[in-house]
């Protein structure tokens, strides 16, 4: 499964090299776990290609404050993840999750 966000603010930050992490998302763990190993996307806008992504390495769980509960992603950066489109169906509260 492969996510596609809706990240106009850049929230990314840096674990290591070529390691980020990003979030918090409004899914649940189920849905996170079943990302991993897929790829994410991050748009600026849902019509626009996406500026960022890479392969979900991990997820966690935000513990507290304005984000508590949210998902928040670890990901690998991949060049190949620049630059992607998406249709327009499919999207809900600035986010996509493509299951093929």
């Known amino acids: 499964m492969n996510i596609h966000l809706v990240e106009p603010v850049n929230r990314f930050v840096k674990l290591r090299d070529n390691v980020w ?16 190993g ?9 019509q626009e290609p996406s500026f960022y ?10 513990p507290e ?3 508590q509960g949210g998902i928040v992603f670890q990901l690998k950066y991949s060049q190949s993840c620049r630059n992607v489109s998406t ?3 499919g999207w809900s509260k600035n986010m996509k999750i ?3």
């Open 21 to 36: 992490e990003s979030g918090a998302w409004g899914l649940d763990e189920g849905q996170a776990q079943k990302l991993v």
């Open 87 to 89: 249709d327009r169906s």
């Open 53 to 62: 992504g890479g392969t979900i390495l991990g997820y966690r769980v935000h």
């Open 38 to 46: 897929g790829e994410i996307y991050f748009h600026k806008k849902r």
């Open 65 to 67: 404050g304005e984000y």
């Open 98 to 100: 493509v299951t093929a």
